[in-house]
């Protein structure tokens, strides 16, 4: 009985009891905002529409746009280096395409700052290329490709380029 009466006797609170229930308290907390923080800026795509009710009305042209050129059966690959930014168009048994203009538009998946257009030239058998270097980042590579004015390809690719110039798909 003894040992019962002694759990239950009120013990003195310090001034240490205090520290180690404020770092508890305010650390939970902190790690809480801290986890929560990553989670926001890792997983949100940047999808942003300026008008929702016009971006639904055009909806299914877009849709019926998408399944023409998808019909079509181009694939592109893009690479990237120090000396530019490269595209290999293909149709869908991997033959080389020509065209006439291939033009990639660059912004970051947050936020409109730094976004850049660069319109590729033909090199030969389906490739097109640029001098120009993208800065290190995440980017969303929006390609689209016309011939005779007709747009045979478009499509956003998610990429990141790496310190030396390099891409990551």
Same mark, same amino acid.
């Given at each position: ?85 490269? =595209?290999? !168009? &293909?149709? @869908?048994?991997?033959?080389?395409? +020509?065209?006439?203009? %291939? ?14 257009? =660069?319109? !590729? &030239?033909? @090199?030969?058998?389906?490739?097109? +290329?640029?001098?120009? %270097? ?36």
């Amino acid at each position: 009985m003894a040992i019962i009466r002694d759990f239950f006797r009120p013990k003195e609170f310090t001034g240490y009891h205090m520290l180690g229930v404020m770092v508890l308290f305010f650390g939970t907390i902190i790690t809480v905002n801290l986890v929560m923080a990553r989670f926001a800026i890792t997983t949100w795509t940047g999808l942003v529409v300026e008008n929702t009710y016009v971006a639904s009305q055009e909806f299914n042209e877009k849709a019926a746009e998408m399944k023409a050129i998808d019909a079509l059966g181009y694939a592109v690959k893009l690479d990237a280096s120090d000396e530019g930014f490269f =595209l290999d !168009l &293909t149709d @869908r048994t991997g033959a080389p395409v +020509a065209s006439d203009v %291939v033009q990639i538009t660059f912004h970051h998946p947050v936020g409109q700052v730094g976004d850049e257009t =660069l319109v !590729l &030239t033909p @090199r030969g058998h389906g490739r097109f +290329a640029t001098g120009e %270097v993208l800065p290190e980042g995440e980017w969303i590579a929006s390609v689209t490709v016309s011939d005779d004015g007709e747009t045979v390809y478009k499509r956003a690719h998610r990429i990141h380029i790496r310190a030396d110039g390099t891409l990551r798909q």
